[in-house]
């Protein structure tokens, strides 16, 4: 009898569904294909040209240690889409033109995927290009934030932007690849976002809820303004670009004849988000002139107050990290003046100030109602416990801010008062005002040349956010500069000797030249002495 044995059959392997394998395969694909974006000369090129101005500016010194990080996003934004989201668009056209510009499309044919999976690797490998964005534009906001004098928070919505945005200049550059065989549609196309970035920070759109409909938008204000005030609809305004992407993608995919569901899906979710995203970011807030009107009129109800010895400095919420610099411009001014004259009038104090009507849109009013706006400034600060206070601009950080409110500071000491005209100031007074601000500081001298520099007949101490600044004509300014090239400890006593008739408001600038010996251009019948701050 033969023995026989059975074997049981072994048990089947699962075989891979096709789904699963152009589901591996086309992560793969974009994994490859991700790689080859990041190292890309175009993509390397952009983000060396999008660090390397901001690290100069460190390396010179001449970066800014008093950001304002809502401004400083928005301005990130404003470069962010042409260098990386142009690089973006032009890297992901020629991935996806590839095939074609090396005649071998139909040897994709026989590939494991067909082509709307081979166009959703390429979609896919685009967010490495947004990971990149979203790196290099956190370095730049957080060593901002790190500073000691940066000012304002961190919005994330507007953080993320950046890389929204080259998301979708990516997925222009796919769709134009589908759309049109040619390489030379891409760099028309980040021309147009070029020429669509010039149209967004044009006053008369600016002042406009069109300007949300493009695909950045700049400040309604030429200056940094408190939050409460702003109006930045940054989370709607992602929604709003995501839309857009998602919009690109479906018309990329419908292009390639993929699935009906998965195109009306992404259609539908696009227009949800782009629709929704639109409408909703340009309604406007109700609250917001209220809010508005108590910012520019009644500032001292929502403002903090520090002291740092006698001097009190009060600012809007969010825009403490400026007190420093204004103290160290403050103790500079009044370490040049005489200590009877640090003492005289009432306590002093600096309290920050923003027109925010007269400045809306890039545009300034007239001088007469300006000084009408001064004097209702000068009644309230009275009122709220700092009268005669030194108004103090949005703006920090250049020595050009420096020399303005070394100007306000040292008006306030020679004239016990507030300056409140919008006139220029003459004789001594002016010359002495020039030379207090030069010599207070190397910041302020610096900030005062590069003000005389712009300036046109008369050193002007000028700041957008504070309506008007204090005028020195250029005959008055002329023996002050020379008198800064004297030995420093040559002028300070004569100062303090004669500080009672420098100030006074008769003494004509020849008694300048005469008291410290600097010649003074005489004065021609004919030219005046103009209107003066009397």
């Known amino acids: 009898?033969?023995?026989?044995?059975?074997?049981?059959?072994?048990?089947?392997?699962?075989?891979?569904s096709s789904t699963d394998g152009r589901r591996q395969a086309l992560l793969a694909l974009a994994r490859f294909e991700?790689?080859?974006?990041?190292?890309?000369?175009?993509?390397?090129?952009?983000?060396?040209?999008?660090?390397?101005?901001?690290?100069?500016?460190?390396?010179?010194?001449?970066?800014?240690?008093?950001?304002?990080?809502?401004?400083?996003?928005?301005?990130?934004?404003?470069?962010?889409?042409?260098?990386?989201?142009?690089?973006?668009?032009?890297?992901?056209?020629?991935v996806t033109l590839r095939a074609h510009r090396?005649?071998?499309?139909?040897?994709?044919?026989?590939?494991?995927?067909?082509?709307?999976?081979?166009?959703?690797?390429?979609?896919?490998?685009?967010?490495?290009?947004?990971?990149?964005?979203?790196?290099?534009?956190?370095?730049?906001?957080?060593?901002s934030a790190l500073l000691p004098g940066a000012v304002g928070s961190v919005d994330v919505a507007t953080l993320v932007t950046p890389a929204a945005l080259v998301l979708l200049l990516g997925a222009v550059g796919v769709f134009c690849g589908v759309l049109i065989r040619s390489v030379l549609v891409a760099p028309l196309a980040v021309l147009l976002v070029l020429v669509l970035e010039l149209v967004a920070t044009m006053p008369s759109i600016i002042g406009t809820g069109?300007?949300?409909?493009?695909?950045?938008y700049a400040s309604e204000f030429p200056v940094p303004v408190p939050a409460s005030v702003s109006d930045?609809?940054?989370?709607?305004?992602?929604?709003?670009?995501?839309?857009?992407?998602?919009?690109?993608?479906?018309?990329?995919?419908?292009?390639?004849?993929?699935?009906?569901?998965?195109?009306?899906?992404?259609?539908s979710v696009g227009l949800i988000l782009a629709v929704?995203?639109?409408?909703?970011?340009?309604?406007?807030?109700?609250?917001?002139?209220?809010?508005?009107?108590?910012?520019?009129?009644?500032?001292?109800?929502?403002?903090?107050?520090?002291?740092?010895?006698?001097?009190?400095?009060?600012?809007?919420?969010?825009?403490?990290?400026?007190?420093?610099?204004?103290?160290?411009?403050?103790?500079?001014?009044?370490?040049?003046?005489?200590?009877?004259?640090?003492?005289?009038?009432p306590p002093l104090a600096v309290r920050q100030r923003v027109p925010l009507e007269e400045i809306s849109a890039y545009q300034t009013g007239s001088i007469a109602e300006a000084v009408r706006t001064v004097a209702a400034w000068k009644t309230a600060d009275a009122a709220a416990g700092t009268p005669e206070a030194v108004r103090v601009g949005t703006e920090w950080g250049d020595a050009r801010a420096s020399a303005v409110l070394a100007a306000g500071v040292a008006y306030r000491l020679m004239a016990g008062e507030a300056f409140d005209g919008g006139f220029?100031?003459?004789?001594?007074?002016?010359?002495?005002?020039?030379?207090?601000?030069?010599?207070?500081?190397?910041?302020?001298?610096?900030?005062?040349?590069?003000?005389?520099?712009?300036?046109?007949?008369?050193?002007?101490?000028?700041?957008?956010?504070?309506?008007?600044?204090?005028?020195?004509?250029?005959?008055?300014?002329?023996?002050?500069?020379?008198?800064?090239?004297?030995?420093?400890?040559?002028?300070p006593p004569l100062v303090e000797r004669h500080w009672a008739e420098l100030t006074a408001r008769?003494?004509?600038?020849?008694?300048?030249?005469?008291?410290?010996?600097?010649?003074?251009q005489p004065l021609s019948p004919e030219e005046g002495e103009g209107l003066c701050t009397t």
């Not at 807030?285 to 929502?302: F, K, L, Q, Y």
């Open 1 to 16: 009898m033969t023995a026989t044995s059975t074997l049981a059959p072994a048990p089947a392997r699962p075989t891979p």
């Open 34 to 94: 991700a790689f080859r974006m990041l190292r890309h000369p175009l993509t390397i090129a952009a983000a060396l040209l999008f660090l390397g101005p901001w690290l100069w500016g460190w390396l010179s010194g001449s970066a800014n240690r008093y950001p304002v990080l809502s401004d400083e996003l928005i301005v990130i934004q404003l470069l962010a889409l042409p260098i990386l989201g142009g690089s973006a668009l032009i890297v992901a056209n020629l």
């Open 102 to 143: 090396h005649k071998v499309d139909a040897s994709y044919d026989v590939l494991v995927l067909p082509p709307a999976w081979r166009l959703g690797g390429f979609l896919l490998a685009l967010l490495s290009l947004a990971g990149v964005s979203l790196l290099l534009v956190g370095v730049r906001v957080g060593v």
């Open 210 to 216: 069109w300007r949300f409909l493009l695909p950045v």
């Open 232 to 267: 930045r609809p940054a989370a709607r305004h992602l929604a709003y670009l995501v839309g857009l992407t998602v919009l690109l993608v479906a018309a990329v995919l419908a292009r390639a004849a993929a699935r009906r569901s998965f195109v009306a899906a992404a259609l």
């Open 276 to 345: 929704g995203g639109g409408l909703t970011q340009s309604w406007p807030d109700p609250g917001m002139a209220a809010a508005r009107a108590t910012v520019e009129d009644r500032p001292a109800s929502i403002q903090s107050c520090v002291t740092r010895a006698d001097v009190t400095y009060c600012f809007f919420d969010g825009f403490g990290g400026f007190v420093s610099g204004w103290d160290e411009v403050v103790t500079s001014v009044r370490a040049v003046v005489p200590d009877s004259a640090a003492s005289s009038g």
């Open 424 to 491: 220029s100031l003459c004789g001594a007074r002016a010359a002495l005002l020039v030379w207090l601000v030069g010599q207070a500081s190397p910041t302020t001298l610096a900030g005062m040349r590069s003000l005389d520099e712009t300036s046109m007949g008369a050193l002007s101490f000028s700041d957008v956010s504070t309506l008007f600044g204090i005028s020195a004509p250029d005959r008055a300014a002329a023996p002050a500069l020379a008198l800064l090239k004297r030995p420093s400890a040559e002028v």
């Open 506 to 520: 008769d003494t004509p600038l020849e008694r300048f030249g005469a008291i410290f010996g600097v010649p003074v």
